[in-house]
């Protein structure tokens, strides 16, 4: 079926950066294939399927599982990261069959991630569907009033010694209602940087992605510190390119990756950022719109660096041109500015809610907590699969996924934007009610 119109060929290399796929034979033996015989690697191939004009290119996991008529079409937002990209979800009674992105320019113009395109499998698999309660050693199946009951007992107990640790997929009427609820009881223990993430967050514009994902193509200098973009954010890779196509410089600070664009790597010190080589810092300060861009790998011992240097990356306003604010952080899960508007942030992090040995501690979806550190606290997790933290839970109550309940999102740049959801509602801000 293939015309050869090559738009996957130039998707691949223009879009994504990796040279995999081309025409090999001439005139009508002409074949669009990968070289060298290995699978085209990117984080963005699922996009070649969607520009194929006559579908020659499929989606395998899906391939003659339904038909375009029988599908329900829900507009929603992406979690998979922070990008908060548009996405439109295809669904078949209460089950998401297919992903496909919404055209947004200011966010993730009309592409989608791998990630966003196939997790839609995960969303029917090893979810948990009723209550649980450890029971001498042992999670027993059990009645939602048995599971209130055994987590009243414990909170008649702990008065307010009470804690709650958001995961990153949560939306921000969920983390509301579980703020709502800690506070009832007396406490202000919240927190949803799972890993011990304790960067200084009384200014939320030191944590935002202040430039915007569309103006970074106008950057023409942009350092990269303790960043993997193209896994971190793909679709800001994306714009990158698009910027060093107009002109752009890119230095980086960290470990050395392919990111699919020519990357003058300076190190993987942190400490560079305070004694940059001259060649650096000149073209920086001589730069028009100068990007700097912070990834975990600068956020996991605190930002106070990056925010020294913050004001070389700030030009004023002036005739013809606004004012340029180049500070940007990334962060990588869906629910972290939410969280942070909301309070979901103590100073010292998740080390303060360690410290403070709640008697009883709330986890929204946060599997990736190290458990160990809670082992004294009673365990209630409010998740929908059986991940790491159902399994050292004491009570496990089910949970709607971002797919089966309305839900705010804020993305990395601030920017507010609403999910709907698939057929019936099926939400969990009850639980925290109840």
Not at 85 to 91: F, H, Q
Not at 267 to 272: E, I
Request: charged share 25%.
């Amino acid at each position: 079926r293939c015309i050869q119109c090559t738009r996957c060929v130039r998707f691949a290399e223009e879009v994504a950066g990796v040279e995999e796929i081309g025409a090999i034979y001439r005139g009508e033996d002409m074949q669009i294939t990968t070289y060298l015989e290995h699978a085209f690697k990117s984080e963005l191939s699922g996009n070649t399927v969607d520009l194929c004009p006559v579908g020659a290119l499929t989606h395998k996991p899906v391939a003659f599982e339904y038909r375009p008529w029988e599908l329900k079409r829900t507009m929603s937002i992406d979690v998979m990261d922070a990008v908060g990209t548009n996405i439109r979800l295809d669904s078949r009674g209460r089950q998401v069959m297919r992903v496909l992105p919404r055209i947004n320019e200011d966010v993730n113009e009309e592409w989608a991630h791998d990630k966003t395109r196939y997790h839609v499998d995960a969303l029917v698999r090893r979810r948990l569907d009723k209550p649980f309660v450890r029971v001498k050693g042992q999670l027993v199946e059990a009645t939602w009033d048995e599971a209130f009951d055994a987590i009243a007992a414990i909170a008649k107990k702990a008065g307010s010694s009470v804690a709650a640790i958001a995961g990153d997929l949560l939306d921000c009427e969920t983390m509301f209602a579980a703020k709502k609820l800690v506070n009832g009881l007396g406490s202000t223990l919240l927190e949803g940087r799972q890993t011990g993430m304790a960067y200084d967050v009384t200014n939320l514009g030191s944590v935002a992605f202040n430039t915007t994902i569309a103006e970074i193509e106008n950057a023409d200098a942009i350092l990269l510190v303790g960043s993997n973009l193209r896994w971190e954010a793909p679709l800001i890779n994306t714009r990158v390119r698009k910027a060093i196509k107009r002109g752009a410089k890119v230095f980086a600070i960290g470990e050395e990756t392919d990111l699919t664009y020519k990357v003058q790597w300076l190190g993987n010190d942190l400490g560079l950022l305070g004694k940059m080589p001259s060649e650096v810092s000149e073209v920086i300060e001589a730069a028009k719109n100068p990007v700097l861009i912070l990834g975990p790998g600068a956020l996991k011992d605190g930002h106070g660096p990056a925010l020294a240097v913050a004001s070389s990356f700030m030009r004023p306003a002036t005739e013809g041109q606004n004012a340029w604010n180049g500070f940007n952080v990334v962060h990588t899960a869906a629910a972290r500015m939410g969280g942070l508007m909301l309070g979901w942030a103590q100073p010292g992090g998740i080390a303060d809610v360690v410290a403070a040995d709640p008697k009883l501690t709330f986890f929204l979806g946060a599997d990736e907590v190290d458990f160990a550190t809670f082992a004294g606290t009673f365990k209630v997790y409010i998740g929908h699969h059986g991940d790491k933290g159902a399994h050292h839970a004491d009570v496990i109550l089910p949970a709607a996924t971002y797919a089966e309940k309305p839900g705010t999102y804020v993305n990395l740049e601030g920017r507010v934007q609403r999910a709907d959801f698939i057929g019936e509602r099926a939400q969990d801000r009850p639980v925290l009610a109840g």
